[in-house]
């Protein structure tokens, strides 16, 4: 099991264990987490599962995943689709920011 830290815009933290294979979207899912809605189901076809990443990590952004971040409300350098990021023993403890809202 990973952990992972949720932060939602207003500062509160969830911190959850995902199962490794997992994404980040259904980890956050599977532990209730506010804020992430998931509405493709992990298809990164609707980028309801927008989180900001603000540490390295060694997934890398394909042009599927760039073109859904385009549509994302309030996208920055350091965005992700939650879905598209697989949990690891290397994200353990890894921040996953929230924005404030997925539409």
Do not use: W
């Not at 294979?21 to 532990?31: F, K, T, V, W």
């Not at 859904?68 to 992700?80: E, G, K, N, Y």
């Amino acid at each position: 099991m990973t952990k992972l830290v949720f932060i939602q815009p207003d500062g509160t933290e969830h911190v959850v264990e995902a199962d490794n294979g997992d994404s980040i979207m259904a980890a956050a899912i599977n532990n209730d987490v506010p804020g992430i809605d998931g509405d493709c189901g992990g298809n990164c076809a609707c980028a309801t599962c927008h989180v900001y990443i603000r540490q390295s990590i060694s997934s890398v952004v394909d042009e599927e995943e760039k073109t859904m971040l385009s549509i994302a409300d309030s996208a920055t350098p350091d965005s992700r689709l939650g879905c598209q990021i697989p949990v690891s023993d290397d994200l353990d403890g890894l921040r996953v920011y929230l924005p404030v809202a997925q539409h």
